[in-house]
């Protein structure tokens, strides 16, 4: 037996996992903030007399929805709806799952009028099979999808009875987390898919028996602190190597960019006073 000593490889990588990530078009659903504006407060992040400027708000939006266009993505677009001012936030309008979708129910009176806005949306795109829920939901706000299972968030605004429709309108195993923190209201807030196996979540957000089930579902996830999920820096879009993410998550970028991925940076300041980021005006189509 012949023993060589132990070589640096001559073909060492940076990267320290084991897979290249790499990144799957999607196809989006968005709505342009025409009516932007935050004059009720549903959420911490909500303070109407600071009032917001729909401009910029806007110009932000299309820097988003280019970056998407950029990568290679599909963007779809809703027509906004006056008196929505929450309506750019496309993620709570619906879940589609295999080109099933799942209609939203809002909590607050305010955005309710959003979910038979968006369910007629999809069916007037060729979408059959659009359930009316019958429970409180937020669509992908609190739904997350991977490969094998829908992450589904409730605490603050959808209940878990609408985690078991969900279930089983979409045929796919639900898992529930409970949120504890009013900050990261929705599970969007608090965590994303990484990939169809993988993500990056800030446990402070999460009750002890959800951040359990977390660390033995994903033991190689992301871990995010505190500075990087006051920006909302977890309210992120992954297409599996391309992270489109709010500027200011600096820790979060640094540690996504030693991991292999590669960060988008937006700013999205003006729709966080709405208490929304990247992934709340980004609706993903699965068909
Ligand atoms: N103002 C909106 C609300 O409180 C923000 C929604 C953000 N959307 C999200 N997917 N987290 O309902």
Request: net charge negative; proline share 7%; charged share 20%.
């Amino acid at each position: 037996m012949t023993v060589s000593p132990v070589t640096e490889s001559t073909t060492s990588t940076p990267l320290t996992i084991d897979e290249e990530p790499v990144a799957i078009p999607r196809r989006f659903l968005m709505c342009r903030p025409d009516h932007f504006a935050v004059t009720y407060a549903i959420n911490p992040w909500m303070d109407p007399s600071a009032g917001a400027d729909r401009d910029r708000a806007v110009a932000q939006w299309e820097a988003l929805r280019d970056a998407y266009l950029a990568l290679g993505h599909q963007v779809s677009l809703i027509e906004p709806v006056a008196g929505l001012p929450d309506m750019v936030f496309a993620a709570n309008g619906a879940l589609v799952v295999g080109g099933r979708v799942y209609g939203a129910s809002f909590a607050h009176a305010e955005r309710r009028p959003e979910g038979p806005a968006y369910a007629e949306w999809f069916r007037r795109n060729g979408f059959a099979d659009v359930l009316e829920p019958s429970h409180v939901n937020e669509g992908e706000g609190d739904f997350l999808t991977l490969d094998e299972v829908i992450l589904a968030g409730t605490g603050f605004r959808t209940e878990i009875a609408a985690h078991q429709e969900a279930q089983e309108h979409l045929g796919r195993p639900v898992v529930t987390l409970r949120l504890v923190d009013p900050r990261f209201y929705h599970l969007d807030t608090a965590l994303f898919p990484l990939d169809g196996r993988n993500v990056a979540y800030h446990p402070g957000a999460f009750s002890p028996g959800s951040r359990a089930v977390l660390e033995r579902l994903f033991p190689n996830a992301l871990i995010a602190d505190e500075a990087d999920a006051a920006v909302l820096g977890l309210n992120a879009v992954s297409d599996g190597r391309n992270v489109v993410i709010n500027a200011e998550a600096v820790g979060l970028i640094a540690t996504l960019r030693d991991r292999g991925y590669t960060p988008v940076p937006v700013d999205l300041s003006e729709l966080r006073k709405a208490g929304g980021g990247p992934k709340c005006c980004t609706l993903e189509i699965r068909h």
